[in-house]
């Protein structure tokens, strides 16, 4: 049995209006605040070893320090804490990235005329500093509101009813998208229809109380909350800016995916788990260029893999194309053009391998759309062939 993906789901529920939350959900603070926290730990002779991530996730910033300086043992008051951390935190702000498929739901909202508010437990100041590093952001919130300008900050839901209430829509009529818990529940409290987005991998679980549970902006589908539908997916995919990784093919975790039929090079972690992190776990696919050998069309997976429960975040690109050999040790070079589906688990391991086929499949016939054919051409993927020649 193969899980069905959102082919033709009800609408959930009639939707006017959108609340969005910003770090986490729009924004990838992930470098920007572990990157304070270590340098700022490192005085008090502490290391940061990221296991508080989950208690700052979502919480206002008084009550944030307060957990870190709980786990760390700090000699220092919340307020000290706050008035120490606040200008190393303030210069990093520039650091924080779009996430995946922000930009994209926020003009696809704003074009479709869709009243979009921005409600974070941040203050109003340093909200402002983070919408200036994003163009276009600013102008298209409705309202934008702080967990200063506000009694209580989420999980209280206050901020959303404030919201509503400047959009001049019913709660019942909002669609928050959340990554935090303490949002989630803020918006239910609210009485809005809530998407999580869990920032933080293999959370989906603790998230019962929202309507979904989405992997990532990606999977966002606006029709079932009766929005505009994306116009950009195509033949089952989703364009997404072209991105390059390569590296040397390594051994991988010895399940034997070739006794499964489905030979996948693995490409060592090393080196670019920054970039890794940046991406959604999930189906990719693109061109492949091995050394010695050729460019292939490819389709691989990110992620945990949940059948095989991955300790690591890996990546594994099935190259579509039948080799006599191994290309162990070989330079492979990526280019990732398209998107296809979240990584899922699945009830037997036939269901997976058949799922994994479809995926190629999609990717076969993809490929050959302009749009992605063009990448095929790519310097990054040529340039493995190059032969110096004189003129
Ligand atoms: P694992 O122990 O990771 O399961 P495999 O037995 O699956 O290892 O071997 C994967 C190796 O197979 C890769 O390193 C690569 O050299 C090779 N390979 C052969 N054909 C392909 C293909 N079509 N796509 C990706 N890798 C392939
Ligand atoms: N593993 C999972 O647990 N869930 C998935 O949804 C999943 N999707 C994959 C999609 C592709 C295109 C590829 C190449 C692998 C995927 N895997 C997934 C990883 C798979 O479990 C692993 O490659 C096995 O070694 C396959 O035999
Ligand atoms: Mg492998």
Not at 1 to 29: Q, R
Not at 71 to 88: D, G, M, R, V
Not at 295 to 312: H, L, Q, R
Request: hydrophobic share 40%; proline share 7%.
């Amino acid at each position: 049995m193969i899980h069905k993906m959102s082919t033709a789901k009800p609408v959930n529920k009639l939707v006017s209006s959108v609340i969005l939350d910003l770090d986490g959900t729009l924004l990838n603070m992930d470098g920007v605040v572990t990157d304070v926290l270590k340098s700022f730990l490192i005085k008090y002779g502490k290391q940061w070893d990221g296991r508080e991530a989950l208690k700052i996730a979502g919480k206002g910033p008084l009550e944030g320090s307060a957990a870190v300086i709980e786990a760390y043992e700090l000699p220092c008051s919340s307020e000290q804490f706050l008035k120490e951390i606040s200008p190393l935190y303030s210069d990093s702000l520039s650091k924080a990235k779009p996430l995946p498929g922000a930009n994209r739901l926020i003009n696809h909202l704003h074009r479709h005329g869709i009243k979009i508010a921005l409600a974070s437990n941040s203050s109003r100041s340093i909200i402002e500093k983070k919408l200036s590093y994003n163009k276009g952001w600013k102008e298209s919130f409705s309202v934008v509101i702080g967990g200063d300008e506000v009694k209580a900050v989420k999980p209280s839901p206050d901020m959303f009813l404030e919201a509503a209430k400047w959009l001049n829509v019913q709660p019942s009529n909002c669609l928050v998208i959340e990554d935090s818990i303490p949002g989630v529940t803020a918006g239910k409290a609210a009485g809005m229809e809530v998407v999580a987005v869990p920032s933080l991998p293999k959370q989906s679980h603790l998230y019962t109380v929202a309507d979904e549970v989405i992997n990532s902006l990606f999977d966002f589908r606006p029709e079932q909350w009766s929005l505009p539908p994306f116009e950009d997916w195509i033949e089952g995919t989703l364009p997404v800016e072209p991105w390059h990784i390569g590296g040397p093919v390594i051994k991988g975790f010895g399940r034997g995916s070739k006794v499964l039929g489905i030979p996948t090079a693995n490409l060592s972690t090393e080196g670019f788990s920054n970039l890794l992190s940046e991406y959604p776990s999930g189906v990719y696919f693109g061109w492949a260029g091995v050394s010695k050998q050729g460019i292939y069309k490819m389709v691989m997976s990110i992620g945990w893999n949940p059948y095989f429960n991955n300790p690591e975040k890996t990546i594994e690109p099935w190259l579509l194309h039948e080799f006599e050999d191994d290309f162990y040790g070989e330079e492979l070079r990526l280019v990732v053009v398209g998107y296809i589906r979240p990584e899922a688990n699945f009830p037997s391991l036939e269901s997976l391998v058949a799922k994994i086929h479809e995926d190629g499949r999609i990717a076969e016939r993809a490929l050959e759309l302009p749009v992605y054919l063009k990448y095929k051409d790519d310097p990054f993927l040529s340039s493995l062939f190059e032969t110096i020649c004189s003129s």
